[in-house]
């Protein structure tokens, strides 16, 4: 009498199978509330060409980077449920060593570098077609708007530890507060009295490095009103934490009434600063012999 060979695994549940089909449904659910539910609130947001480009580009890295976490969420569930040892049993047995899975690793391999080139593609492509990332482009930006001759200027001061702001088109006034005018360019002209410094204009996607006898520039145009941080992204010294104030978006005629009170305002002692320039030296040191 013969006895039949024992059919292992008929029995057994289809773990891979599983698994597959809840990471697919977590996925398909969670990617569109990344895009649709989420997306609107990541940061920088859309006052700007440069923060709408940058906004995009921060929802597309986060909805990617979903069904990579699901995997890694829904497999440690799966597996703190299912691979549990037998409390019952008393002893705990280690299950067989896996030497390699070749499908496994070809399928890693082959997602993986579509993900690396394809994103590369998608962000050259974007700083290519977008003439930039929203930083200072030097003194000579070869990559300017088509609006760019009038533009408003607007000259950063960095220094320890407060941003000034001074504006040439109305006799070099120089103020505390930025107010920008919406719906036109506006072209700063970046620079620092000491060390160097970074002004970050967080929702406007401008970023350019504040450097003593350097002038750098940056173009944006904000097309609503509201209001947006500013700070120093570079570390300054003591205070570098405190260097930050709020900046304001008004309308054409807000900022002409804005502009012209406080060029009256300060009128007494506009006279005494150095004439407008680029860049500015302390005395002492322009002194020195």
Not at 43 to 71: E, N, W
Not at 75 to 98: C, E, H, K, M
Not at 216 to 231: D, L, T
């Amino acid at each position: 009498m013969s006895i039949a060979p024992e059919k292992v695994g008929r029995d057994e549940p289809h773990h891979g199978r599983n698994i597959a089909i809840i990471w697919a449904i977590a996925t398909a659910i969670m990617v569109p509330v990344i895009i649709w539910v989420v997306g609107p609130h990541i940061p920088p947001g859309s006052l700007t060409d440069d923060t709408r480009a940058q906004h995009a580009v921060d929802v597309v890295l986060t909805a990617l980077s979903i069904p990579l976490l699901m995997l890694v969420w829904v497999y440690l569930g799966y597996a703190v449920i299912n691979f549990r040892a037998d409390p019952a049993s008393g002893t705990i047995v280690d299950g067989p060593p896996l030497r390699s899975n070749t499908r496994i690793q070809a399928t890693w391999l082959i997602v993986s570098a579509v993900l690396v080139v394809g994103l590369a593609a998608y962000g050259t492509v974007d700083l290519l077609t977008e003439n930039g990332a929203g930083g200072g482009q030097g003194s000579n930006p070869l990559a300017k708007p088509s609006d760019a001759r009038s533009a408003l200027q607007v000259q950063v001061i960095g220094q320890q530890w407060l941003w000034t702001f001074r504006y040439p088109g109305y006799g070099g006034v120089e103020t505390a507060q930025l107010v920008l005018p919406v719906n036109r360019e506006i072209e700063f002209h970046v620079t620092s009295l000491d060390v160097v410094h970074s002004f970050w204009a967080i929702e406007l996607g401008v970023k350019a490095d504040a450097v003593p006898g350097a002038d750098n520039i940056a173009y944006v145009k904000i097309f609503r009103k509201g209001s947006f941080q500013v700070r120093c992204d570079e570390l300054c010294g003591l205070w570098h934490g405190h260097m930050n104030t709020t900046g304001h978006i008004v309308s054409g005629s807000a900022f002409n009434s804005w502009i012209h009170a406080t060029v009256t305002k300060y009128a007494a002692v506009t006279k005494y600063l150095p004439p407008y320039s680029l860049t500015y030296y302390p005395i002492p040191t322009r002194n020195a012999t």
